[in-house]
C-alpha cells in the first residue's frame, strides 16, 4: 500500500507548511511590541547594529526609526568622528574608554550643517578594537545613548575596491 496514494496524507502534507507560516506570523503579530513615540525627557538606547564590531568603516546605531552612523575619517594625521542621523538632534556628545581602562571625555561634538543631522569632532584616542565609544545624543528633548567598540574604525576588505557608497 503506497501511503502517497492517500488523500489525508496529501492534503496534510500541503497544509503543514502553510499553517506553520501563518502561525508564525499571527503569533509575531500578537506578541510584539508596538511603536511608541520617544518622550521628552526620557531615555532610550541605541542599539549597535553588527557592522559596529567588523572593519566596515562605519557604525550604524538604531532604536525603531531613529538611526544614526558613525564614521572615522583620518585625513593628514587627524582623526575625525562623524555621526550622521536620520533625525534632527539638539546635542551629541562622545567619550571613551580605552583597553586599560582609562576614560576620556564626554566631548561636544559641532553640528555641520543647519539641520541638526550631521556633527564632527576631532579625537586624539586610538581607534582600535578593544577602545570603547560612548555616544550620547538628543533629539525633541529625548535621550539616546550607546556603547559600542571601535572595531569599525578601519574599512578593509578581501578585495582592491571601495565598495563604501558616499553619502
Not at 559596529?52 to 531613529?66: I, K, P, Y
Not at 552612523?69 to 567619550?95: F, P
Request: aromatic content about 10%.
Amino acid at each position: 500500500m503506497n501511503i502517497f496514494k492517500n488523500k489525508h496524507v496529501i492534503m496534510a502534507m500541503i497544509m503543514a507548511p502553510i499553517l506553520a507560516i501563518a502561525s508564525y506570523y499571527l503569533v509575531d503579530l500578537a506578541v510584539k511590541e508596538q511603536p511608541q513615540k520617544a518622550v521628552e525627557g526620557n531615555t532610550y538606547k541605541l542599539i549597535a547594529k553588527s557592522n559596529c564590531r567588523f572593519s566596515s568603516g562605519r557604525c550604524d546605531l538604531e532604536n525603531g526609526s531613529f538611526k544614526s552612523t558613525v564614521r572615522i575619517i583620518k585625513d593628514n594625521g587627524q582623526q575625525l568622528l562623524s555621526l550622521t542621523s536620520t533625525h534632527q538632534l539638539q546635542t551629541v556628545s562622545i567619550g571613551f574608554v580605552t583597553s586599560d581602562g582609562s576614560e576620556s571625555g564626554p566631548y561636544k561634538m559641532e553640528s555641520n550643517d543647519d539641520r541638526g543631522t550631521q556633527w564632527t569632532t576631532q579625537f586624539k584616542v586610538l581607534a582600535d578594537a578593544s577602545t570603547l565609544l560612548r555616544v550620547a545624543l538628543t533629539a525633541n528633548d529625548a535621550h539616546y545613548y550607546s556603547e559600542t567598540t571601535m572595531g569599525f574604525s578601519d574599512y578593509q576588505t578581501s578585495f582592491s575596491k571601495d565598495f563604501r557608497t558616499q553619502n
